[in-house]
């Protein structure tokens, strides 16, 4: 089946507190379970930065979910198509807190074609998302 993937950052909407956070994170992963969409979300206490894949019927209808929440506002897509496969299959959805420079680093990355290169010296923002998740994911933390 064909997979595709979308990329974007976002600002969190003034007042969502962690509460609030995991309810939406708890929402999103019921929600991708249905449409067989994976993917993370990375926080910082300002912004977002999400990458979600699946099939195309999933990531639309997840992406549209994405587009009407209130919960945060400046939108800016990085990058959506077709890949060859799931990059980040771990979690149906789950928030990772991150570093500033961390969603700086991954969204300034080569997002082109969804390639990934060289993990030891990630130019990609594909390698560079899977570099800050490798702890999370040998944490062993993978069902949320
Ligand atoms: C940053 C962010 C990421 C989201 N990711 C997903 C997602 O992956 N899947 C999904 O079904 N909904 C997603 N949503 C929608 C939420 O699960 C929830 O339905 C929505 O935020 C509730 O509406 P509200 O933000 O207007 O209160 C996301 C919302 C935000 C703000």
């Known amino acids: 089946m064909p997979i595709r993937a979308l990329a974007y950052t976002s600002q969190v909407a003034p007042g969502l507190g962690m509460d609030e956070l995991d309810h939406l994170a708890r929402d999103a992963a019921r929600f991708n379970l249905q449409a067989g969409v994976t993917g993370v979300l990375l926080f910082d206490g300002v912004r977002f ?10 990531v639309s209808v997840v992406y549209a ?9 400046d939108l800016r897509e990085i990058a959506q198509g077709p890949v060859a496969g799931r990059c980040c299959p771990y979690w149906s959805m789950r928030w990772v807190p991150a570093d500033q420079s961390d969603i700086d ?5 080569d997002w082109s074609g969804f390639r ?21 994911i040998n944490a062993g933390s993978l069902s949320r």
């Open 49 to 58: 930065l999400q990458y979600i894949e699946g099939p195309e019927d999933g």
């Open 65 to 73: 979910r994405v587009l009407t929440a209130t919960s945060h506002f």
């Open 105 to 109: 680093f991954i969204s300034l990355g």
């Open 116 to 136: 990934r290169g060289n993990a030891d010296a990630p130019s990609t923002g594909v390698d560079r998302l899977a570099n800050i998740l490798r702890p999370q």
